[in-house]
């Protein structure tokens, strides 16, 4: 497996754009996970979701986020409108169904950019 | 709610020698586990060492090895004879069944090895 697949690596777009992050799980895991990093915040979860299901979205920062998966090879995280303190790096991840011993696989990151 | 604290922000130390991340947690759920993640500068996010709540022997995985002392509720990462590729952010993360098996992590350990 590739493992887990993120697009685009980098998005740099104007405030008040649309931005939507994609990601495709590692095939056969059963956890999504999306992640916010920053520096003043670390490494924030922002939502997760089980078989396809959202399971807490307590994270989301704003009703301007939203997180979608359609299908359990994909999943979307969307911006609109976004605004500068938007930027940071996303992290998507994945994991099996038995959650309590198994690792997240992230991908690499998409690394955003509101000017 | 958990709660993961890492409370180095940053640490060095000599090549060659050992270092200890220090990681407490706060749950009530008896059933958890406990990760550790590497950041290198590069950005991507790799998984190094997996401690069960169950488990009765301290995890270990090559040169890095988990003290965990479950009543003091806290889980250091052990680096034994550094290395310059072990420059790096170091991250604490947890999962508990009460929180939905949500991957939460603590706020990183900046970790520089020096020749």
């Known amino acids: 497996d590739a493992g887990v697949i993120q697009s685009p690596r980098h998005e740099v777009t104007e405030m008040g754009q649309e931005v939507t992050l994609r990601c495709k799980p590692i095939s056969g895991h059963d956890y999504l996970f999306w992640y916010r990093q920053t520096m003043m915040r670390g490494l924030e979860l922002l939502i997760y979701?089980?078989?396809?299901?959202?399971?807490?979205d307590s994270g989301m920062p704003e009703d301007r986020f939203s997180a979608k998966m359609p299908n359990a090879s994909f999943s979307t995280l969307k911006i609109q409108p976004s605004e500068p303190r938007d930027s940071a790096v996303y992290f998507c991840?994945?994991?099996?169904?038995?959650?309590?011993?198994?690792?997240?696989?992230f991908g690499q990151g998409t690394r955003l950019t509101v000017v | 709610a958990q709660k993961i604290t890492q409370t180095q922000p940053g640490m060095f130390v000599q090549e060659k020698e050992a270092v200890t991340l220090d990681c407490t947690y706060d749950t009530s759920d008896p059933s958890y586990g406990l990760f550790w993640y590497k950041q290198p500068s590069s950005g991507e996010m790799i998984f190094l060492i997996y401690q069960g709540s169950y488990d009765q022997q301290n995890a270990t995985e090559g040169r890095y090895s988990l003290n965990f002392q479950k009543a003091r509720k806290s889980a250091n990462l052990v680096i034994s004879a550094s290395q310059l590729g072990d420059s790096a952010m170091y991250f604490c993360a947890m999962r508990a069944s009460n929180s939905g098996y949500a991957l939460n992590f603590g706020k990183g350990t900046s970790l520089l090895v020096t020749p």
């Open positions: 991840a994945s994991s099996l169904y038995s959650p309590m011993n198994t690792e997240a696989f």
């Open positions: 979701f089980n078989n396809n299901v959202p399971i807490d």
